[in-house]
């Protein structure tokens, strides 16, 4: 496996590290008030609320907090925010391109705090088309293996769009193209299934090599960038190899 492969499931296991610091809590909550905001409060109704849902659920993020969520996204409740999308593009130490989500409620907060990452760990930033082309937006399921073939989860997906399953290790990753993402997930259900996620996400199309020391400087400007309030996620065009995963740790 690449070691891009093996940094997704890094972040996989951090993202319940990071839950317990409150800061991926906040994350999800933001993104259940915006899928109920765009697409109705229905989750049977709604597929992006339904994955924001499931996501916080299997994130142990409590039920009141969801609910409440959903309710100020669909205006059910007072006190929803505007969020609003922004997406900042950059290049990292040796090259890397960086493409930064954010959801907030304050552009200038959102821009400053991301700036200020990028130039304080070997980052810059860049005009808007700079980096996006050498991504692609993809649909991505994660599940735990729990004994499951390749072949299983591939023959349960594979006519509902899947266009790969990869072998991260401890779990499996499918991609699809997103607008195939909804009929891979209740592929999944129909086939008694559980995943961990199911989202959109960009992944690149050309990767950078790094060696140990681009490897500790990349990770360490993608920890300055999502310890930021405004950002949802981070995404980037690396690749390592196992030796040097294990290397860095």
Same mark, same amino acid.
């Given at each position: 496996?690449?070691?891009?492969?093996?940094?997704?499931?890094? %972040?996989?296991? *951090?993202?319940?590290?990071?839950?317990?610091?409150?800061?991926?809590?906040? *994350?999800?909550?933001?993104?259940? @008030?915006?899928?109920?905001?765009?697409?109705?409060?229905?989750? /049977?109704?709604?597929?992006? $609320?339904? !994955?924001?849902?499931?996501?916080?659920? *299997?994130?142990?993020?409590?039920?009141?907090?969801?609910? =409440?969520?959903?309710?100020?996204?669909?205006? /059910?409740?007072?006190?929803?925010?505007?969020?609003?999308?922004?997406?900042?593009?950059?290049?990292?130490?040796?090259?890397?391109?960086?493409?930064? @989500?954010?959801?907030? !409620?304050?552009?200038?907060?959102?821009?400053? /705090?991301?700036?200020?990452?990028?130039? =304080?760990?070997?980052?810059?930033?860049?005009?808007?088309?700079?980096?996006?082309?050498?991504?692609? =937006? *993809?649909?991505?399921?994660? $599940?735990?293996?729990?004994?499951?073939?390749?072949?299983?989860?591939?023959?349960?997906?594979?006519? +509902?769009? +899947? #266009?790969?399953?990869?072998? $991260?290790?401890?779990?499996?990753?499918?991609?699809?193209?997103?607008? !195939?993402?909804? #009929?891979?997930? %209740?592929?999944?259900?129909?086939?008694?299934?559980?995943?961990?996620?199911?989202?959109?996400?960009? $992944? +690149?199309?050309?990767?950078?090599?790094?060696?140990? #020391?681009?490897?500790?400087?990349?990770?360490?400007?993608?920890?300055?960038?999502?310890?930021?309030?405004?950002?949802?996620?981070?995404?980037?065009?690396?690749?390592?190899?196992?030796?040097?995963? +294990? /290397?860095?740790?």
């Amino acid at each position: 496996m690449s070691g891009h492969s093996k940094w997704a499931t890094t %972040k996989h296991k *951090k993202a319940a590290l990071d839950a317990k610091r409150g800061k991926l809590f906040a *994350k999800l909550i933001k993104n259940i @008030e915006v899928a109920a905001r765009t697409g109705g409060g229905d989750p /049977e109704g709604n597929p992006t $609320l339904y !994955d924001a849902i499931q996501k916080a659920r *299997k994130n142990s993020v409590p039920l009141d907090n969801i609910e =409440r969520a959903r309710k100020r996204g669909a205006g /059910e409740e007072a006190g929803g925010a505007d969020w609003q999308t922004i997406m900042y593009e950059g290049y990292g130490p040796n090259g890397v391109a960086m493409l930064v @989500e954010c959801l907030t !409620d304050n552009r200038n907060r959102a821009a400053g /705090e991301v700036r200020t990452a990028m130039t =304080r760990n070997g980052g810059s930033m860049a005009d808007a088309g700079s980096v996006s082309y050498l991504f692609n =937006r *993809k649909g991505v399921v994660l $599940l735990p293996k729990n004994g499951l073939s390749e072949d299983d989860v591939l023959m349960a997906v594979l006519e +509902a769009g +899947a #266009e790969e399953v990869n072998d $991260l290790g401890e779990n499996y990753e499918i991609l699809s193209d997103p607008a !195939d993402l909804v #009929e891979v997930r %209740k592929a999944l259900q129909n086939a008694g299934i559980e995943y961990d996620s199911a989202e959109t996400n960009f $992944l +690149a199309s050309v990767n950078v090599q790094l060696d140990a #020391e681009g490897a500790k400087k990349i990770f360490k400007l993608i920890d300055a960038l999502e310890d930021c309030d405004d950002v949802q996620n981070v995404y980037a065009n690396f690749d390592v190899s196992d030796e040097i995963m +294990a /290397e860095v740790g």
